[in-house]
């Protein structure tokens, strides 16, 4: 995935994973805020220790001036926050909100039954102070797993499921009581019971993912959870980091009928002409440099002279693939998805048959260069919310393509015909241009505005016949 291309924001997964960066960067920015003040405090010993070398003992040692120089203010702050982060939060964050609501109660209660002797109040503390002792029992101790997360594949296709195992192994020599694991998968959470392991015994769980729409999953981390039956405290350990999963749109294969939009399979002609190419021009009199290969030795014979064959010059053929995202012209999200999968679909054929392919969106391109890429490109596609001209997306194609042979543009059911005729004329002259409309559950239609051909579908299943009306 490019790093210019965001993720989808209208998705949980995304937004779960987003959630996740941003915790991740707040941590990151605290311990570089801690870093920064053992480094001014460092400085500040530094300066001190040499103002006062003169007057320093010479048996002191060279940590001494350091040492004082923490005593004060600011270093007794910078170990107290290192002791909340290292010893007292980790502690502190097994106990949930419950429990907090119940000690809290529990505090308040004995709190006012001892020192007003009302008996009641110190029965229901003792009642509150049972259970979160008993959750304490639950929590105590350590366990020490080697898990493994395995996805079978890192990408698969809307539709298929994603499947992959958990491996939870015993590495001591001590048997580990029965647990719970916890596999995070987007914003969802899928738990596995682990059985008492002996030592050196393995545990295995398969799971599968089902993907149900275009998206970045994020699966992971697997963590081991022990928790009393109140949920008074919750104890977590996290055993293996998270991995990607992305969900490609769904695609169908055209065949070269289908996408004959480009109608000849020599290239588009040019009026250059070339000495070696493929669509022969014309014969003409040899010039010393020409290859000897090309000597038509017929009229040679026939009229006394070396005649070499003339050719015209061809292009390869260049497809480019403009998708256009925009949020106001999509009736919903199925409809935009619709179009992510032609747009993916004609990319993917064009890619098959070895032409050139520039695809890219208003505000970014896909990588054409690889298609495992290419894919993750488009699976990462997402709607614009801001209002940005149309014609703007026949610019962009111009500008990355200006010798392409067909431009498809890929829209949906609310862009206008005015719109459509703005890009167009953005296009160079000898372009086929093709439009091609996502609209739910319409038929294959045909139309045009000006030279621009217009085809409307309303399921992936009819790209096939709706590009084969084009190329007739």
């Not at 004995?110 to 110190?122: A, C, D, F, K």
Request: one cysteine or more.
């Amino acid at each position: 995935m490019s790093p210019e291309t965001s993720l989808p924001a209208d998705t949980a997964d995304a937004r779960a994973a987003k959630a996740l960066a941003k915790k991740r960067r707040g941590a990151a920015r605290a311990s570089a805020r801690a870093a920064s003040r053992r480094q001014r405090l460092d400085a500040r010993a530094a300066a001190r220790g040499a103002t006062t070398g003169t007057a320093a003992s010479s048996t002191e040692e060279p940590g001494t001036a350091a040492g004082t120089a923490r005593t004060g203010p600011a270093a007794l702050r910078d170990r107290l926050v290192e002791l909340w982060l290292r010893r007292l939060h980790p502690v502190l964050d097994v106990i949930s909100p419950i429990g907090w609501a119940v000690l809290a109660v529990a505090v308040f209660c004995w709190s006012v039954g001892l020192s007003l002797h009302i008996t009641e109040l110190n029965v229901i503390a003792l009642a509150l102070t049972v259970p979160l002792a008993i959750a304490a029992l639950f929590v105590l101790g350590k366990a020490s797993y080697r898990v493994t997360l395995d996805l079978q594949t890192h990408r698969v296709v809307v539709g298929t499921r994603a499947v992959g195992r958990i491996e939870v192994a015993n590495p001591t020599q001590r048997m580990i009581l029965p647990s719970r694991i916890e596999l995070a998968v987007g914003s969802a959470t899928a738990q596995f019971l682990v059985p008492r392991l002996p030592a050196d015994a393995a545990h295995e769980e398969l799971f599968a993912v089902p993907t149900r729409r275009r998206a970045v999953l994020v699966v992971g981390p697997v963590r081991s959870v022990r928790d009393d039956p109140l949920s008074l405290m919750r104890r977590q350990v996290t055993w293996a980091k998270e991995q990607e999963l992305f969900v490609h749109p769904r695609t169908v294969r055209l065949d070269e009928a289908a996408s004959g939009f480009l109608r000849d399979l020599e290239g588009t002609p040019s009026s250059a002409l070339s000495s070696s190419d493929i669509a022969f021009h014309a014969l003409r009199d040899y010039a010393p440099g020409d290859d000897r290969r090309h000597v038509h030795w017929r009229t040679t014979a026939r009229t006394g002279r070396l005649m070499v064959r003339q050719f015209e010059e061809t292009r390869r053929s260049h497809v480019v693939v403009a998708l256009d995202n925009l949020a106001e012209h999509y009736a919903d999200d199925d409809e935009f998805e619709l179009a992510v999968s032609v747009a993916a679909s004609i990319s993917t054929q064009t890619v098959r048959e070895e032409k050139e392919l520039t695809p890219f969106t208003f505000e970014a391109r896909q990588n054409a260069a690889n298609f495992r890429q290419m894919m993750d490109d488009y699976t990462v596609v997402g709607q614009l919310k801001e209002r940005i001209p149309f014609h703007e997306l026949g610019q962009k194609a111009a500008d990355l393509a200006p010798n392409a042979s067909a431009v498809m543009m890929v829209v949906g059911s609310h862009t206008t015909a005015k719109e459509l005729n703005s890009a167009a004329n953005q296009l160079p002259i000898g372009v086929i241009a093709v439009a091609i409309r996502c609209v739910a559950d319409a038929a294959v239609q045909r139309s045009a505005i000006g030279r621009l051909d217009v085809v409307t579908l309303g399921s992936l299943d009819t790209l096939a016949r709706a590009l084969r009306a084009v190329g007739r």
